[in-house]
């Protein structure tokens, strides 16, 4: 219903009919008998499908959603009304990945005598491969780093297939009330619905989030050369932060509609922007920023100009007459606790996790591993970025008209200061 609801009548009601219903059972029983065959989820196979072939029925009614069953990519978000896909065409299925990987591990080769004879002949086939979508795998481990091995997402450009999906989104949360809803009933199924749309559109964010310090990884044999780990072009990268600005980090009112607020009470979505921010802050995010800047200048968004550019779109210009509403007031705090967090890390519960500990017992692989963060530049960065936002608060605090943006700004001046004087207690 929330995904697909605008572009298929069928998944407009509580009461999916039997149709769709046993075809998305079909589905998900051919995932599970896909892990009883030994085959992994792969979640990179979604992003071999441009974005606007899953808008086209000829497109998906061959192929669904994703290359593979064995992908978490359930529903084609990306459809728009009059696209004229069938209600079949929105979910996944088996695809060429999994044709690939079935005739690799299961096909006899009678020439090979032994397991170690049957190297060749296999390598062979993943390295001179002639299909349409050649077979790309990427490990579960890199789900953080690699935007393009996601769960849940379609499409081969995060930001576009969102854009896609918000439209779609806009055009259910109106409809929610009157499609969960029958005479008799109380609003339980409107809020179980509301909390799942909330939770989608949190995960839509995540997807573009990843864009930013992302890495894009290809696994290789010796046959089939370098470049195993491309940093995601700078660009894209000040294009997700652009999008999350506009559709995140700005109230999107538009999810907190009178019809539903007015049976459900008071919804919170001011909780789903912090996390989108927290994400954003995240000291294994900032660490990519910082290695890809070492590894691949060239294509690298340099770690100081994103936190400056997030500085921008959080904070604006205090004392220039902007006046933050009480989400935006959050956010700023939340962007405080995130920096605080850097400049005085918790304990680590677990010696070697990133906060100046052990060596962790194993090797993580690149772009995974967690920082050294009392080594790293983290900490510096965001102790010049706290006293910027201190010297800001406290102009916006002398030149507030209004009680609660004063008392704000004075008390972000506090909580800096606290920050930045807990060292010296």
Do not use: C
């Not at 992302?214 to 195993?228: F, H, I, R, T, W």
């Amino acid at each position: 219903m929330i995904e697909t609801g605008a572009a298929n009548p069928m998944a407009r009601t509580l009461d999916i009919p039997e149709e769709l219903m046993g075809e998305t059972m079909r589905q998900v029983i051919a995932h599970e008998i896909g892990h009883a065959l030994g085959l992994q989820h792969n979640m990179v196979a979604s992003s071999m499908f441009p974005v606007d072939s899953l808008r086209s029925p000829t497109f998906t009614s061959k192929y669904g959603v994703s290359a593979t069953i064995m992908d978490y990519a359930r529903q084609n978000y990306v459809a728009q009304p009059g696209d004229n896909l069938k209600p079949k065409d929105f979910i996944r299925r088996v695809g060429p990945f999994d044709d690939f990987a079935i005739n690799w591990g299961y096909r006899t080769i009678p020439s090979a005598k032994t397991a170690d004879d049957e190297r060749a002949t296999l390598n062979n086939w993943l390295v001179h491969q002639t299909g349409a979508m050649p077979y790309r795998y990427v490990p579960q481990q890199y789900g953080g780093v690699d935007p393009r091995s996601q769960t849940e997402d379609v499409g081969d450009d995060p930001v576009k297939a969102t854009d896609y999906a918000l439209k779609n989104m806009r055009k259910v949360v109106p409809q929610l009330v009157s499609w969960t809803t029958r005479a008799g009933d109380d609003y339980a199924d409107l809020g179980e619905i509301y909390d799942e749309t909330l939770g989608m559109w949190g995960l839509y964010m995540g997807h573009v989030t990843t864009v930013i310090g992302g890495v894009n990884v290809d696994l290789k044999s010796s046959d089939q050369g370098a470049n195993v780990y491309r940093v995601v072009p700078k660009a894209k990268q000040k294009a997700a932060l652009a999008f999350l600005n506009a559709n995140a980090l700005t109230t999107p009112a538009w999810l907190a509609p009178t019809d539903i607020e007015s049976r459900l009470g008071p919804l919170n979505i001011g909780a789903r922007q912090a996390n989108v921010l927290t994400s954003l802050l995240g000291v294994p995010r900032l660490n990519r920023l910082a290695e890809s800047e070492q590894v691949d200048p060239a294509n690298a968004y340099p770690l100081a100009e994103f936190l400056a550019d997030l500085k921008t779109d959080v904070w604006a210009t205090p004392g220039s007459g902007t006046v933050p509403d009480a989400n935006r007031r959050m956010l700023q705090r939340v962007y405080v606790e995130r920096l605080a967090a850097i400049v005085n890390p918790p304990a680590s519960p677990v010696a070697g996790a990133g906060f100046g500990g052990a060596p962790p017992q194993f090797t993580l692989p690149p772009f995974v591993a967690p920082p050294n963060l009392a080594r790293s530049d983290l900490p510096a960065l965001a102790r010049a970025q706290l006293r910027q936002i201190r010297d800001d608060a406290r102009r916006g605090a002398s030149s507030a008209k209004n009680a609660t943006t004063r008392a704000h700004w004075l008390d972000i001046v506090d909580r800096v200061d606290d920050v930045l004087e807990a060292k010296r207690r």
